[in-house]
């Protein structure tokens, strides 16, 4: 069997340590060979593909990012994309397809599954943890490791010039970056996309905080609103899944807390520094163990499957049931942190 491999959407740490367990499993149990495909759907829809073997796996697991690229190409969007896709399968001679990546790349791995009848086994990743079917996705764990320590850093400058620091991190519908982080790293209040937030509230949490003689620091994920706002756009333009890119909301945070309190504010967005460099030992553990039993269900030829972590087990669901609706911050859940604020 030829099997084919690409990552799709954005970029976590972790993605390699999947590669490699996939390929090295593959090879060394079951005589498999492989072809990586570039920038996730663009490869296959394109016919561009690197050679994907045991050599080209050694000492990646370290490293961030993906050896293979990545995009948010959508071939059901691209003129002529799915045919391609069939087209260059056979061109490869490629059996099967595994997709790494988060919801718009298993949610065209279900489609091209259940439509097309193209043989594909997804593996899920996002930092933002929002799939449902799974405990939690790679790259997660990373990205709150490195937001919980910029919070962390930031506490010092704050109490230095008594000043509010409001933090955005990722979250586009879901809000668990910022509430892992923000919990961690002793945040005086957490925004997050399920709970619409009330301006005055936070402005009052923030006065409490400075009566305290402690600096406030506000965790806002950046897809947060306000209850008589919208979502801030970074700009109006979306990508080929329909999405429009997000940031601002920090930095209209500050400017409303500053004229309401009259206390500097100032914001700190740390954006793509949330998916790069080195994978925690939790993301390479996972990733790990998923592109391990990954390739086990390409070898049962268990199909339109995605392997999910269920407690400490690794099991398969339904790619179409865990890309049907988004995994989000339970209400419940957010209200008991919410001791914490102000």
């Given amino acids: 069997m030829k099997v084919g491999v690409l990552t799709g959407g954005g970029d976590c740490p972790g993605l390699n340590a999947v590669i490699r367990a996939v390929v090295r499993k593959g090879t060394q149990e079951y005589g498999y060979g492989f072809v990586g495909f570039k920038d996730g759907w663009r490869g296959p829809v394109e016919g561009d593909t690197v050679p994907l073997g045991i050599p080209a796996v050694r000492g990646i697991l370290p490293r961030g990012g993906t050896i293979l690229g990545s995009s948010r190409t959508n071939p059901f969007k691209t003129e002529n994309g799915v045919r391609a896709i069939k087209e260059n399968l056979a061109k490869f001679e490629v059996d099967a397809l595994v997709a790494?990546?988060?919801e718009d790349t298993l949610g065209v791995a279900a489609r091209l599954h259940a439509e097309h009848g193209i043989p594909c086994v997804g593996v899920p990743k996002t930092i933002d943890n929002d799939l449902s079917a799974t405990d939690y996705t790679f790259g997660f764990d990373t990205a709150v490791g490195i937001a919980t320590e910029a919070i962390d850093r930031l506490h010092t400058t704050a109490e230095s010039h008594m000043r509010v620091l409001v933090v955005e991190v990722m979250g586009r519908h879901a809000g668990w970056i910022a509430l892992h982080s923000g919990l961690a790293g002793g945040a005086n209040v957490i925004l997050i996309p399920e709970?619409?937030?009330d301006v005055d509230q936070v402005c009052?949490?923030?006065t409490?905080?400075?009566?305290?003689?402690y600096a406030p620091i506000v965790v806002v994920a950046e897809g947060a609103m306000p209850?008589?706002?919208?979502?801030?756009?970074k700009d109006a333009t979306t990508d080929s899944f329909g999405h429009v890119r997000l940031s601002g909301v920090g930095e209209w945070l500050a400017k409303e807390i500053e004229g309401r309190t009259g206390k500097e504010a100032r914001t700190t967005v740390l954006g793509h520094i949330q998916r790069g460099g080195t994978p925690s030992a939790f993301d390479r553990w996972l990733a790990t163990r998923f592109g391990l039993h990954a390739i086990d269900a390409v070898r049962d030829r268990d199909f339109g499957t995605m392997v999910a972590l269920k407690g400490t087990d690794i099991v398969r669901v339904p790619i179409a049931e865990a890309t049907a609706k988004l995994k989000t911050v339970d209400p419940a859940l957010y209200e008991e942190v919410g001791v914490f604020f102000g």
Avoid: N, P, Y
């Fill in 100 to 102: 790494i990546g988060g």
């Fill in 208 to 213: 409490s905080r400075f009566k305290a003689s």
């Fill in 204 to 206: 009052a949490w923030v």
């Fill in 195 to 197: 709970q619409r937030f």
């Fill in 227 to 233: 209850t008589d706002g919208e979502m801030v756009l």
